[in-house]
Every structure is written in C-alpha cells, then in structure tokens.
C-alpha cells in the first residue's frame, strides 16, 4: 500500500498540483481539473476577486468541488509585497496555504532565492502552511525547510518553458536532504518529465502550461496522473543500476 | 475564374467571407439556419483588443489578431462604402486597469515581448492615469495603456455587412433551419429540411458554436462548444474615454450612450438566457471599477454563445481530403476582431493565393479522436 502525501498534516490522494491559468476557456479547464484528479489548485492572488472568490473569473467554475487552494504571490518583486498579498489571500478566508513565489527579472522569472527565504520565515512564523518556489539549489532549499516551509518547491526549469528538468543531479540531491516535502515545480512540458520528477524522488510535481497549452489539455491530463503514478512506482520500486555491458536476460545456466 | 461558392452560417465569420469572396469577383450563396448575425456576433461588445486580452506568449493567433486588427481600418471602410451604412468604429485604446503592485511584472512581461511586434504599449499611474480617465477607482494604481486598440458597434457591424453583401450579389438564404451536407458520388450537397439541396464548387463552414456537428460527414474530429458569455450595459453614465479591461472583465462606452460591460462564462449548453449570478457578479465588479456605478443597475442584460474549441485556436483551413470544404469557425472570443483576417484566408484559399500570416496551427485536422 503506498503512502499518501501529507503537506501540513493535510493527506493528499493526489501528487499532482495543478495551476489554473492560460486554459483555453473554462469547459476545458474544468474537464482538465477533472482528469487530472489533483486536489490542489493554485492561483495568482493578484489575478483573483479576494472580495468574492466564488464570483472570479477563473475560481468561479471550479465551485462546487473541494480544493485545497494554493494561493501565490507571483508577481511580487521581494519578500514585502510577496508577505503583503500573502496576508491579504489569508485574511480572505481563501486558504492559509501560501506558495511564496518572488521574481525581479520579467523574462526568466527565475526566484529571488534572498526574497524567498526572508518572505517564509516571516510567513511561517505568522502560521501559513509556506510552499516556496525556489531554484533547483539543495543548500537554499535547506535553508527553507529551517526556515519553515512545509515544502519546498524547486523549479526543473523556468516557468511555460516546458525544458524539463534541466539539473536531475540537484533536484535528487534536495530530495535526498530535505525531510519536508519536494515537490518540482515549474518547467515540465510532458509526461515523460514528471515521469523523470518522481524518479528522482520528488514528493510531487506542480504544473500549469504543460496540460493547460497542451493540444488536447484533458487527455494532457489524464497523462499526467498517470505519469506520476509511474514515476512514483518506480521510484519505490528501485530501478536497476546501469551497466556498460548487456547482460543475458535469458541466463544460459538457469537453476533447474 | 468565377466559383461557385456555398457558405453555410450567417455570422461575422460568413458574412465577412462572403463579402470578400463575392467582392473578387465570386458568386457567393450564403446558408443561414436562423437569421444573419443572430448569434454570438449580434452579441459581442465588438472588442478589437488582442494586446489587452492575450496574456501568453507571441504565437501563431497572436499575429492572426494583430494582422486583423491592422486590417481593420480600411476594412470596416469597405464594409460602409458598399452597404451605404454607417456603424460606430472608436480607435478609443484601451486601459487593463490592475489592482495590486505585483501584477506589474505581468504587464511588464507582456510590453516586453509584444514591443517585439510593434504594439506601442506603456504602463501608466498616478496624474497621468487619472487625467485619461477620471472616472477610474483610486484602487487602480496603474494600467496598460494600448493606443491602438479599438472597438466596434457589433450588432450595426453586422448589419452593414449583411447589407453590403446583399447589394454586391451574394445571395443570402435564411430561416432555413438545421443544414446538413450530404455525399454523393463524391459530390457535396447542403441540404435545408425542407428538401432544398445547395451546390456548390466550394462550401465554407462558419457555423460557430453548432460545429461539432460535421464529423458526421468529414472524418476528423472538431471540437468546438458553446461558452456562454453573459453581458450587461447601463444608460444614462458618463462615457469612459477607453475600453477599460481588470483581470475580471470590461467596460466599454458606445456611441449611442452606452455602457457595455462583460463577460460573465458559463457552460450551459446552447441556451442563451442570462443568469442572475452571471449579472450580479459583473455589477458588483463594475461598481469597483468604476465608482459612478455606485447606484445604477444595467438596462439591459443578453447572453451570446462563444465557439471555443480544445486548444484555443480556431480552425481556419481546407479539408485535405475534401478540398473543396473550407473551414472558418471556432473563433471563441474573438469573431468579430478576426472577421477580416478570416474573410481574407478563406477568399486566398479559395483561389490558392498565399496568405499574409501563417495559418498551419489551425489546421481543421488537427484534432484527433482518443
């Protein structure tokens, strides 16, 4: 029987958090959300109606269902904004879950790792469940787990470009140091990369574009959870070590 | 060489290809099951705004939207000069109005990359945005203002376009209720339920959010459906010198003294009515918006249904196995700004000419049946 994910004492069925932009309107989203099974959903705060979620534009039509939400901060440019929107998400009643998410530079959107590491120390101490999204660095990802974070987020590479894990040696090393959670965030384009996401470990894998901007985003979907639910037997299976030369499958002196 | 061409829906998409189909020198029949324009484009704000309302990355439909948009000044030109008809066409620009300081790496991310295609886009706060629009929220602390886009009187657009094509000689067949296309010996019929049967060289497809319903005869799957989006306008209020989008909707000030704001989404098959939540949701975000709002409540409220499809695009393009088919539907949000786009590349691919944007993404075939 395999373990669930627990994030904050909260069990998850599911390993897979989904983001909610850039689907192509709300019946695929919705179809997507569905297929996917993931109970966590994720959102810009600065993008939503905190007054009355239940009337955003994007929460709306997912109503009706229980999501553990996954309110970010992205947007911010440092550890103040990020922990200014973080209280204005909580205050709302929304979640007290918070994926700090810090960027300066427009057009990697890569995380501010100093930003991130002041804005969850504040955060955690305050009693947010404090997901950071951080760059694939195992001694940054350290310092948030002592810092508070319930998990911590690395990225496999930025975020819409669908590269993949571009560093598999450090996402296995974080997994390998860290006790809380890992989930991979951030630049996974296919199956075959969250495959490779819980291979090396990871807890679970967070994705948006790769299911939202795919052709058909339900059977992306589908894909996906299966992709997770591979990568992760996997993973607990124990692949075999890899060798230079073939050895027979068939052994030619069988124990008769 | 004249062709004989069948162009079945009567919408923005239809008309704007039988116009300029029949005006390069074509003999046009357009097939509409209700009336022309009775849908989803009779009920669009007439919104020409990609720079705002596109949030992704430069692709293949960001530039099918900006040629459109750069096609519209000349072509709702021809559209009045043939029909004899006037119709409101604002170059007004437009402000996507934001709330909280961190949305402004999107903003800034989205001038980035659009500045790469030309669009003139610049944030704008404090006096600056105060003067351009004065009637705007104190809580708005900034907004992307873009110059160059416009909008449109949708429902008069349409009419004139209808017109234009009645007196340039298309023949314009409505009423006919539920068409379908029937095979035989390898020749294509539109058949109207009370027997009369269409001919045609080529027969364009426009039917909107009714598409799905030709993988009966072609072998592909097309998934198109209906979203519906709800809308709402006020009388009596002080124009708003832009179109003013937030990340929850528009506003939109007409020349008849109007009002217009939307949209509300929701997925309720093909029915048209609005929804009280739909409504109250958009009034009580507007009042934010737009404090004079404060006491008013709209007088009018209508419903259209946008053909959305699996992957955002539209489907634009021949059937390769039936080349005499030319699709030209799907276009969700977006008809009315790509009328002229898409009645251009049906009219190139009826001839075979090359066409001005790249429209492989959306290719009719490309979907595939699980």
């Keep these: 029987m395999q373990k669930n994910l627990v994030i904050a004492g909260h069990e998850l069925k599911s390993r897979l958090f989904l983001g909610t932009g850039r689907y192509p309107n709300p019946y695929i989203q919705n179809k997507a959300i569905e297929a996917s099974e993931t109970e966590v959903l994720t959102f810009a705060i600065r993008r939503v109606n905190l007054q009355d979620p239940h009337e955003d534009s994007i929460l709306q039509h997912v109503g009706g269902r229980y999501f553990q939400f996954l309110p970010n901060t992205s947007g911010a440019k440092n550890a103040e904004e990020a922990i200014r929107i973080a209280r204005l998400a909580k205050a709302s009643g929304i979640s007290d879950w918070i994926k700090v998410e810090i960027s300066k530079n427009e057009k990697t959107l890569l995380p501010d790792p100093i930003e991130t590491l002041k804005a969850t120390e504040v955060l955690a101490k305050e009693g947010f469940v404090v997901l950071p999204y951080i760059s694939d660095d195992p001694v940054i990802c350290k310092k948030l787990e002592e810092a508070g974070a319930a998990a911590v987020m690395p990225g496999g590479s930025p975020i819409g470009t669908g590269l993949g894990i571009l560093n598999p040696y450090n996402i296995s090393l974080i997994v390998e140091e860290l006790n809380v959670p890992v989930i991979v965030d951030a630049g996974l384009g296919s199956a075959a990369d969250v495959t490779q996401a819980m291979e090396l470990g990871a807890d679970g894998v967070l994705l948006n574009t790769a299911i939202a901007k795919a052709k058909d985003p339900i059977a992306m979907a589908h894909s996906i959870k299966h992709a997770i639910q591979a990568g992760r037997l996997s993973y607990l299976a124990g692949r075999i070590p890899k060798k230079k030369y073939a050895t027979a499958s068939s052994p030619i002196s069988s124990g008769i | ?370």
């Excluded at chain 2, 020198?25 to 099951?33: I, Y």
């Excluded at chain 2, 003067?131 to 416009?150: N, Q, R, V």
């Excluded at chain 2, 072609?218 to 519906?228: E, G, L, Q």
């Excluded at chain 2, 001839?351 to 979907?367: D, H, L, M, T």
């Design chain 2, 1 to 370: 060489m004249t062709k004989q061409v069948l162009i079945i829906g009567g919408g923005v998409i239809g008309l704007s290809a039988a116009f300029e189909c029949q005006r390069r020198g074509n003999q046009v029949t357009l097939l509409e099951s209700t009336k022309c324009g009775g849908q989803a484009s009779g009920a669009a704000a007439g919104m020409l705004a990609p720079y705002c309302e596109i949030e992704e990355d430069p692709d293949e439909f960001f530039l099918l939207c900006q040629k459109s948009l750069k096609l519209f000044p000349e072509w709702q030109k021809e559209v009045k000069k043939y029909a004899s008809m006037d119709f409101e066409y604002n170059n007004s620009g437009s402000l996507y109005g934001i709330f909280h300081e961190a949305d402004i790496l999107g903003l800034e991310t989205k001038m980035s990359w659009q500045k790469e295609f030309g669009v003139g886009a610049r944030i704008i706060e404090g006096k600056e945005l105060e003067k351009k629009e004065p009637g705007l929220s104190k809580d708005i602390i900034a907004a992307l203002w873009c110059p160059e886009e416009s909008h449109i009187y949708a429902p008069d657009y349409v009419k004139a376009l209808e017109t234009a094509c009645r007196r340039l000689g298309v023949s314009i067949h409505d009423q006919l209720g539920m068409l379908k296309i029937n095979e035989h010996n390898g020749q294509l019929t539109v058949l109207a339920p009370d027997g009369t049967a269409f001919e045609g060289d080529t027969i364009v497809i426009a039917t909107g959010a009714w598409s799905q319903m030709w993988e009966e005869i072609f072998p592909y799957s097309f998934p198109v459906f209906p979203i519906r989006g709800q809308i709402c306008a006020y009388n009596e209020i002080e124009p708003t010198n832009h179109i003013i989008f937030t990340s929850q909707g528009y506003l939109v000030s007409k020349g008849n003294g109007t009002l217009v704001c939307g949209a509300s989404e929701d997925i309720a098959g093909f029915d048209t009515s609005v929804t009280e939540k739909g409504i109250e949701r958009l009034e009580k975000w507007n009042r934010k918006v737009l404090p004079a709002l404060h006491n008013k409540r709209p007088f009018h409220k209508w419903a259209g249904l946008r053909p959305a499809t699996q992957d955002g695009f539209p489907l634009i393009g021949k059937l390769s196995e039936y080349p005499e088919v030319i699709f030209a539907t799907g276009h969700y949000r977006n008809g009315i700004l790509l009328s002229p786009i898409t009645g251009k590349i049906v009219a190139n691919e009826l001839e075979g000419n090359n066409n001005p944007v790249p429209i492989e993404r959306f290719n009719p075939e490309r979907f595939i049946t699980l």
